[in-house]
Every structure is written in structure tokens, then in C-alpha cells.
């Protein structure tokens, strides 16, 4: 038996809610089965079709695990939040959005169409693939490395560890993302470029390849959710301004061709990559009622059998359940 809504009943104890968030793991693990792991990155390929996990961290410090917990991903797409993060830290807000837009595409992340019959030389928003390669191309540094430097020491602060490049993604992405290659040379075309192509890509490569675990993801999401300070000291790690622009775009265009969708029925800023994962932010909330997670959470997701727009498919429909029968939603 699944666990039904909250009640004024439920005690919302922590058993209580690892319960609940097992019992709809395995209910929506069949949903795993509607989707196709990615393969137009030949090693993501590898994944497991049927994984499904999920990491929900509180601001308080209570953290709910359930499903496939242990296994390590890249972040892809997800990547550019926190690519912008960095630039926006570096160059400053009124630079970056000089050269990408803050407007949803309603069209795939790797579109070029959108660019060409728009007439316009901006990239739409940074967490489509032209927006994010330009983003990227901002990023001070004269390698990769030094590019990527400022990315990893955001993430080490963070995260208390300093995570690692899987190279083998990297190689394997760098050797056949011909689309990417294709929106890049339009990019150089347009002069939205900082850095030289060949630099940009490698650049942006690495950062869609860089490794974390669910809990990572969990853990990003609370400092988002507190607006860019550490949950347990108060320090500021992502100026508030930053970090309150970035979950904006999270709930715009994060979810691709799909925010649209996502923010209705979901209701909070989120950003998904093509490995399977989604990062998901709850703000504080005010409510009369007791609810899980009142004073605000970070959700990670792993579920690498994606939708048509390259959503993690059954994770997103056991965030939809979570966000709805415990009133996430920022609306
Ligand atoms: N949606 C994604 O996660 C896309 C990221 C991937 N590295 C790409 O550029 O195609």
C-alpha cells in the first residue's frame, strides 16, 4: 500500500517521509520503461535504463534518500547553472545578459533553427546549448582548465570535495557532437565568442562531463534554495542577486522544451541534463499548515531513461507527485 496525502493527522516525522518517498520510487520505476537512455553521446548509452533515485535535502539539515542513491553521473546541462553562476561572478550580470538573452526558446536545447529564423545573434537564454557554449566562451582563462578553475572551486566550497572530470565522457561527447560543433561556427559567425572555438568547446565538453552523485545534486539545490548561502554556516558562497537570476532561468527554461509544462504542474526552479539527472529548488515557503520541507529543500533526481525533450521521464513525474501532494510549488 502507497502512502495517500497528508493529513492533519500525519506526523511528519522523518520515517514518515522516508516511507512516503520509497513507496512512490517504486511506483513510478515502471515509468523508467517509457524512455530511452541518451545515445548521441556514445557512452551515456551505457547507462541503466531502469535506475531511478532521488536525494531531497533540507535547509534544516534532514536529508531523505530513496531508489538508486549510489550512482555517479555527469552533470551535462546542469552544468550551466552553474557555468553562468560563475560568469556572472566574473564579468557581472550587465556583461553576460549583453550577450545571451533571459527568454525561453520552446524549441530543443541543441536548436539552431531558433537562431537563424529569429535573425537574431543572441543566444536565447544560457541553458540552451548556443547560450551556454557563449556562455562559456566568457569564462576568463586561456585553457580549459584555467576556464573550469573558478567552476570546480565553486563546486569544492560547496560540496566539501573537489569532484572529478570522467574523461571518458568527455572524449566521448568532444569525438561526435557535430551539432554542437555546427552551433559553435554559427556563434563565431555572429561574434558572440570571447574565446577562440576550438577552446570554447573543449571548455564546455568538461563541464557537461564533470561527476557528482545524487547527493551533490541535493546539496547544490540548498544553496540555491537559501539563495546562495550555506544552509549550516550562513556564509554567502553565490551572491543573492546571482543566484535568485539563476533559479529564475531554472524555472523558464530549464526543463527545455518543457518549462512551460514543468512550471505548471511542478512549480519550482529546476534544470535537467541528458545523463538523467534533474536538480530541483524549493524556496521557503510560507504556509499555515505543517509541510514537509517548510523552511525550504534541494531536490536531485537520477533517472537517465529520458522523455522526447531529454527530461528524465519518470523523474520527472515523482517530482510532480512530491511537489503536489507536499505543496512545493512557488505560485
Ligand atoms: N541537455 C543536455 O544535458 C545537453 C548537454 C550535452 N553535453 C550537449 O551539449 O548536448
Not at 535535502?57 to 531508489?67: D, K, L
Not at 556572472?88 to 531558433?114: K, W
Not at 576556464?147 to 573537489?162: A, D, S
Request: charged share 20%; net charge negative; with cysteine.
Amino acid at each position: 500500500m502507497v502512502q495517500g496525502a497528508i493529513n492533519q493527522n500525519t506526523k511528519l516525522t522523518k520515517d514518515w517521509l522516508q516511507n512516503y518517498v520509497d513507496d512512490w520510487v517504486d511506483f513510478y520505476l515502471k515509468h523508467t520503461g517509457e524512455g530511452e537512455v541518451a545515445s548521441y553521446i556514445p557512452l551515456l548509452s551505457q547507462a541503466e535504463k531502469s535506475h531511478l533515485g532521488i536525494s531531497i535535502m533540507g535547509i534544516n539539515g534532514v536529508t531523505i534518500e530513496s531508489g538508486n542513491v549510489d550512482i555517479p553521473f555527469t552533470l551535462q546541462s546542469i552544468s550551466k547553472v552553474f557555468t553562468f553562476i560563475v560568469a556572472c561572478m566574473e564579468r557581472g550580470v550587465p556583461y553576460v545578459l549583453d550577450r545571451v538573452d533571459v527568454e525561453p526558446t520552446g524549441q530543443a536545447f541543441n536548436s539552431i533553427m531558433h537562431l537563424e529564423m529569429k535573425q537574431l545573434k543572441k543566444p536565447f537564454n544560457p541553458f540552451v546549448n548556443a547560450g551556454a557554449i557563449t556562455v562559456t566562451s566568457l569564462l576568463n582563462g586561456k585553457t580549459s582548465d584555467e576556464k573550469l578553475e573558478p567552476l570546480f572551486q565553486l563546486l569544492e566550497t560547496i560540496l566539501g570535495y573537489r569532484p572529478s572530470l570522467n574523461t571518458d565522457v568527455f572524449e566521448s561527447e568532444r569525438e561526435t557532437s557535430m551539432r554542437n560543433r555546427a552551433i559553435g561556427y554559427y556563434l563565431v559567425e555572429t561574434g558572440y565568442l570571447e574565446s577562440e572555438l576550438e577552446l570554447t568547446l573543449e571548455t564546455y565538453f568538461k563541464q557537461c562531463s564533470i561527476e557528482i552523485s545524487l547527493q551533490d545534486l541535493a546539496h547544490l539545490g540548498t544553496v540555491l534554495a537559501n539563495d546562495g548561502r550555506d544552509p549550516k554556516t550562513e556564509i554567502e558562497i553565490i551572491p543573492k542577486q546571482f543566484a535568485r537570476l539563476a533559479k529564475s532561468l531554472m524555472l523558464t527554461c530549464g526543463m527545455y522544451d518543457a518549462s512551460g509544462k514543468f512550471a505548471a504542474y511542478v512549480g519550482i526552479p529546476a534544470k535537467s541534463g541528458v545523463s538523467g539527472g534533474i536538480i530541483a529548488v524549493s524556496p521557503p515557503r510560507a504556509r499555515q499548515e505543517d509541510l514537509p520541507f517548510l523552511e525550504g529543500c534541494g531536490i536531485g533526481v537520477y533517472g537517465p531513461a529520458l522523455d522526447k525533450q531529454g527530461n528524465s521521464i519518470a523523474g520527472i513525474k515523482l517530482l510532480r507527485h512530491i511537489a503536489k501532494q507536499w505543496d512545493l510549488s512557488i505560485f
